[in-house]
Protein backbone atom coordinates (compact mmCIF):
# COMPACT_ATOMS: atom_id res chain seq x y z
CA UNK A 1 0.00 0.00 0.00
CA UNK A 2 1.66 3.06 -1.08
CA UNK A 3 0.52 6.69 0.09
CA UNK A 4 -0.79 7.21 3.78
CA UNK A 5 1.70 6.69 6.69
CA UNK A 6 -1.71 7.29 9.38
CA UNK A 7 -5.33 7.22 9.15
CA UNK A 8 -8.08 7.88 12.05
CA UNK A 9 -8.08 4.70 14.04
CA UNK A 10 -12.54 4.79 13.36
CA UNK A 11 -11.52 4.90 9.77
CA UNK A 12 -8.96 2.06 9.92
CA UNK A 13 -11.07 -0.61 12.53
CA UNK A 14 -13.92 0.12 9.85
CA UNK A 15 -11.69 -0.13 6.78
CA UNK A 16 -10.14 -4.12 8.18
CA UNK A 17 -13.70 -5.21 8.76
CA UNK A 18 -13.52 -4.95 12.93
CA UNK A 19 -16.48 -3.53 12.90
CA UNK A 20 -19.36 -3.33 10.68
CA UNK A 21 -19.96 0.47 10.17
CA UNK A 22 -17.38 3.51 10.66
CA UNK A 23 -20.55 4.71 13.09
CA UNK A 24 -19.74 1.74 14.54
CA UNK A 25 -16.42 2.08 15.63
CA UNK A 26 -16.37 5.53 16.58
CA UNK A 27 -19.13 4.85 19.12
CA UNK A 28 -17.07 2.45 20.47
CA UNK A 29 -14.36 4.84 21.20
CA UNK A 30 -16.35 7.31 22.35
CA UNK A 31 -17.28 4.52 25.13
CA UNK A 32 -13.97 4.29 25.78
CA UNK A 33 -14.07 0.40 24.33
CA UNK A 34 -10.69 1.56 21.63
CA UNK A 35 -7.07 1.63 23.12
CA UNK A 36 -4.18 2.52 20.84
CA UNK A 37 -0.47 1.18 22.72
CA UNK A 38 -2.76 0.98 26.12
CA UNK A 39 -4.27 4.51 25.76
CA UNK A 40 -7.81 5.14 25.54
CA UNK A 41 -8.35 6.22 21.63
CA UNK A 42 -11.06 9.24 20.69
CA UNK A 43 -12.62 8.18 16.90
CA UNK A 44 -9.77 10.96 15.79
CA UNK A 45 -7.07 9.30 17.35
CA UNK A 46 -4.30 8.55 14.40
CA UNK A 47 -2.76 4.90 13.99
CA UNK A 48 0.54 4.14 12.26
CA UNK A 49 2.18 1.05 11.37
CA UNK A 50 3.50 -1.25 14.31
CA UNK A 51 0.43 0.36 16.56
CA UNK A 52 -0.86 -1.97 18.95
CA UNK A 53 -4.99 -1.99 18.62
CA UNK A 54 -7.38 -3.21 21.77
CA UNK A 55 -10.60 -3.13 20.61
CA UNK A 56 -14.39 -4.13 22.68
CA UNK A 57 -16.17 -5.09 20.15
CA UNK A 58 -19.57 -6.66 21.06
CA UNK A 59 -19.00 -9.42 23.68
CA UNK A 60 -15.38 -10.14 22.02
CA UNK A 61 -11.85 -8.57 23.10
CA UNK A 62 -9.88 -7.84 19.33
CA UNK A 63 -6.32 -7.39 19.38
CA UNK A 64 -4.36 -6.17 16.82
CA UNK A 65 -1.15 -5.33 15.30
CA UNK A 66 -1.50 -2.44 12.22
CA UNK A 67 0.92 -3.82 9.50
CA UNK A 68 -0.58 -1.51 7.32
CA UNK A 69 -2.84 2.00 7.16
CA UNK A 70 -5.50 1.66 5.12
CA UNK A 71 -8.31 4.99 5.59
CA UNK A 72 -10.85 3.24 2.61
CA UNK A 73 -12.76 0.13 2.34
CA UNK A 74 -11.15 -2.96 0.38
CA UNK A 75 -11.67 -6.49 -0.14
CA UNK A 76 -11.68 -8.81 2.32
CA UNK A 77 -8.33 -10.10 1.44
CA UNK A 78 -6.30 -7.22 1.25
CA UNK A 79 -8.05 -5.69 4.89
CA UNK A 80 -6.42 -9.06 6.42
CA UNK A 81 -3.11 -8.46 4.97
CA UNK A 82 -3.13 -4.70 7.22
CA UNK A 83 -3.36 -6.21 11.06
CA UNK A 84 -1.93 -9.39 12.94
CA UNK A 85 -4.72 -10.47 14.55
CA UNK A 86 -3.79 -11.56 18.60
CA UNK A 87 -7.04 -11.95 20.15
CA UNK A 88 -7.97 -14.19 22.64
CA UNK A 89 -9.84 -17.64 21.04
CA UNK A 90 -13.52 -16.17 20.85
CA UNK A 91 -15.23 -18.30 23.28
CA UNK A 92 -17.26 -21.70 22.67
CA UNK A 93 -20.96 -21.61 22.38
CA UNK A 94 -21.15 -25.16 23.16
CA UNK A 95 -22.42 -23.41 26.60
CA UNK A 96 -25.50 -21.97 25.13
CA UNK A 97 -26.18 -25.13 23.36
CA UNK A 98 -26.19 -27.26 26.40
CA UNK A 99 -28.76 -24.86 28.12
CA UNK A 100 -30.99 -24.48 25.17
CA UNK A 101 -33.93 -26.59 25.62
CA UNK A 102 -33.64 -27.59 28.93
CA UNK A 103 -36.63 -27.11 31.51
CA UNK A 104 -37.35 -28.66 34.55
CA UNK A 105 -40.24 -31.48 34.67
CA UNK A 106 -43.57 -29.89 35.57
CA UNK A 107 -42.21 -26.67 35.03
CA UNK A 108 -45.28 -25.82 32.63
CA UNK A 109 -45.66 -24.43 29.25
CA UNK A 110 -42.76 -22.00 27.91
CA UNK A 111 -43.44 -18.29 28.43
CA UNK A 112 -43.65 -15.47 26.35
CA UNK A 113 -40.03 -14.34 27.74
CA UNK A 114 -38.62 -18.02 27.66
CA UNK A 115 -39.38 -17.78 23.72
CA UNK A 116 -37.59 -14.61 23.17
CA UNK A 117 -35.08 -16.10 24.86
CA UNK A 118 -34.79 -18.99 22.81
CA UNK A 119 -35.13 -17.20 19.97
CA UNK A 120 -32.24 -14.82 20.49
CA UNK A 121 -29.90 -18.22 21.29
CA UNK A 122 -31.53 -19.20 17.81
CA UNK A 123 -30.13 -16.48 15.82
CA UNK A 124 -33.32 -15.16 15.20
CA UNK A 125 -33.76 -12.29 17.83
Given amino acids: ????????????????????????AAAACRAGHVKVNGKSAKPATPVKVGDRVEARLGQRERVAEVTAVIAKRVGAAIAADCFVDHSPPPPDRVSDAVLFGVRDRGAGRPTKRDRRQTDKLRGRG
Wanted: aromatic share 8%; no cysteine.
Fill in 1 to 24: MVGIDTARIDQWLWSVRLTKTRAD
